[in-house]
């Protein structure tokens, strides 16, 4: 069981993905995504797995919760700076998003 202590330990942030590309090399489906966490954090990169419920397109502008605290982890040749939150549904992962537009950068609380 995790403590609240424990819970609040993860840095997580509001971000806004400004690339996304298909990302050919990963094992399962997956994004390159380059989010903008804002100044305190900065442009960041991640691999999302993604793929069934999200077109790239779609993707651009759209703000994500993040956590921007764990150790970098490298997936084929590309560093994943950043584990994107989602949802897993039976038809894929659905991003968490907020209700409205907030600063890049804003942490959970």
């Given at each position: 069981?995790?403590?609240?202590?424990e819970f609040l330990n993860?840095?997580?942030r509001v971000?806004e993905?400004?690339?996304?590309?298909?990302?050919?090399?990963?094992?399962?489906p997956?994004?390159?995504?380059?989010?903008?966490?804002?100044n305190?954090?900065?442009?960041k990169k991640?691999s999302?797995?993604?793929?069934e419920?999200?077109?790239?397109?779609e993707?651009?502008?759209?703000?994500i919760l993040g956590?921007?605290n764990?150790p970098?982890?490298?997936i084929a040749?590309f560093?994943?700076?950043v584990?994107?939150?989602g949802?897993?549904?039976s038809?894929g992962?659905?991003?968490?998003?907020?209700?409205?537009k907030?600063?890049?950068?804003d942490?959970?609380?």
């Amino acid at each position: 069981m995790v403590t609240f202590e424990e819970f609040l330990n993860l840095d997580i942030r509001v971000g806004e993905i400004i690339q996304c590309e298909v990302f050919s090399k990963a094992k399962k489906p997956a994004y390159k995504l380059l989010i903008d966490f804002g100044n305190e954090i900065g442009i960041k990169k991640s691999s999302a797995q993604i793929v069934e419920r999200y077109d790239p397109k779609e993707l651009i502008g759209m703000q994500i919760l993040g956590v921007v605290n764990f150790p970098p982890r490298q997936i084929a040749d590309f560093i994943s700076e950043v584990l994107v939150l989602g949802i897993y549904s039976s038809n894929g992962v659905v991003l968490i998003v907020p209700h409205q537009k907030v600063e890049k950068g804003d942490k959970l609380g």
